[in-house]
């Protein structure tokens, strides 16, 4: 499916790959967005926590998460970083969104991947793409209640939980 390139930035790129990435709205500004060594948005970070008294977020999504149209340092879980630290908090929020993305890549992402990093709390920003994919891809042709719901339960974090899900001390939200 569709990924960030690891290591990439839109200050680095010789030609604009998207424009909905590499520039703002309306404009032709172009947007800090940064990719780091691991394929997140953003800068980067320690796989293994350093310091063990600092709450590592993970905030996973689609486009809504990644934030697209912003420069790193504007997206949602930047602002949750930074507001929590002007509270007093030890936190780092690392932006594992990715456009177009829907539960199901992201369920796969966290078992194979974000599990791996440490994380103290999972968020996860779904819906959109949910559903597009199950109800407007044909317009409502073929929905009706209770599709959505069936489809959800088979191909999201409402699966049934694996050993990884049951081991997990992070909360995700849907």
Request: glycine share 8%; net charge positive.
């Amino acid at each position: 499916g569709f990924a960030f390139r690891k290591n990439s930035s839109t200050q680095n790129l010789p030609f604009p790959v998207y424009d909905q990435i590499v520039f703002r709205p309306g404009t032709k500004e172009i947007v800090k967005f940064n990719i780091n060594s691991l394929g997140f948005r953003g800068r980067e970070f320690s796989p293994q926590k350093r310091d063990p008294k600092t709450v590592r977020i993970f905030c996973s999504g689609g486009s809504t998460t990644a934030c697209v149209y912003v420069d790193d340092t504007e997206t949602w879980p930047a602002a949750l970083e930074r507001e929590s630290k002007e509270r007093g908090r030890n936190v780092e929020a690392i932006n594992a969104g990715v456009g177009a993305w829907y539960s199901y890549q992201e369920r796969l992402r966290f078992e194979r991947e974000i599990v791996n990093y440490e994380p103290d709390i999972v968020l996860l920003h779904q819906g959109w793409n949910e559903e597009f994919l199950y109800t407007m891809n044909n317009l409502g042709r073929s929905w009706y209640p209770g599709l959505l719901l069936s489809a959800v339960e088979l191909q999201s974090m409402y699966s049934r939980t694996g050993r990884v899900l049951r081991s997990s001390a992070s909360v995700f939200l849907h």
